[in-house]
T-cell receptor, first 117, second 113 residues
Framework: EPEVTQTPSHQVTQMGQEVILRCVPI?????FYWYRQILGQKVEFLVS????????KSEIFDDQFSVERPDGSNFTLKIRSTKLEDSAMYFC???????????????FGPGTRLLVL | QKEVEQDPGPLSVPEGAIVSLNCTYS??????FMWYRQYSRKGPELLMY????GNKEDGRFTAQVDKSSKYISLFIRDSQPSDSATYLC?????????????FGRGTSLIVHP
């Protein structure tokens, strides 16, 4: 069964450093998402991406964040200058279609646990 | 402010019990309701979704939405130890509106043999 994969599974970084989290969505999916979950808190939407541009983003997704699809398979989330409060589990997801459409189910990856020291 | 409230539990039940998981929400703009299951160290997995009020059944799982009281439920019949996980409710506006989902905190369910 196809699945979303994410690397690395864990990342430890120093405050102020840049990190890139990587995701490989399911191959025939066209819509890509990033979410985060701070320990003990809710899953929060960050951004959605389609056709090489951001479709929608939340208030959390500020100028420190960026997303990219550098090739036909990877989807990345970059945090330019990490803060302590960026420590969280980051989930990538993908879907065939937009929410509300046929094939809209989002499939989540296992997550990358980011710890900022 | 868009809010979804969910009791974090843990909820501990014996194998075979009927489990009731619940969420409340505050914004009547939400029309689309989802339940996810999240095993430890895994991403959320969509279990069921419903649009508007009513019931939807899938095997041992039944999702129920009462829009008049802004209350959503997930029932699990004949619960199994493999059902032990965190269950997240999520809501969003109807198609055509924002599709940003708002999640509850999740309820931890433990089904013991």
């Amino acid at each position: 069964e196809p699945e979303v994969t994410q690397t690395p599974s864990h990342q430890v970084t120093q405050m102020g450093q840049e990190v890139i989290l990587r995701c490989v969505p399911i191959s025939n999916h066209l819509y890509f998402y990033w979410y985060r979950q701070i320990l003990g808190q809710k899953v929060e939407f960050l951004v959605s991406f389609y056709n090489n541009e951001i479709s929608e983003k939340s208030e959390i997704f500020d100028d420190q964040f960026s997303v990219e699809r550098p090739d036909g398979s990877n989807f990345t989330l970059k945090i330019r200058s990490t803060k302590l409060e960026d420590s969280a589990m980051y989930f990538c997801a993908s879907s065939e279609a937009l929410p509300g459409g046929e094939g809209e189910t989002q499939y989540f990856g296992p997550g990358t646990r980011l710890l900022v020291l | 402010q868009k809010e979804v409230e969910q009791d974090p539990g843990p909820l501990s039940v014996p194998e075979g019990a009927i489990v009731s998981l619940n969420c409340t929400y505050s914004n009547s703009a939400f029309q689309y309701f989802m339940w996810y299951r999240q095993y430890s160290r895994k991403g959320p997995e969509l279990l069921m979704y419903t649009y508007s009020s009513g019931n939807k059944e899938d095997g041992r799982f039944t999702a129920q939405v009462d829009k008049s009281s802004k209350y959503i439920s997930l029932f699990i019949r004949d619960s199994q130890p493999s059902d032990s996980a965190t269950y997240l409710c999520a809501v969003r506006e109807e198609p055509g509106g924002s599709y940003i989902p708002t999640f509850g905190r999740g309820t931890s369910l433990i089904v013991h043999p």
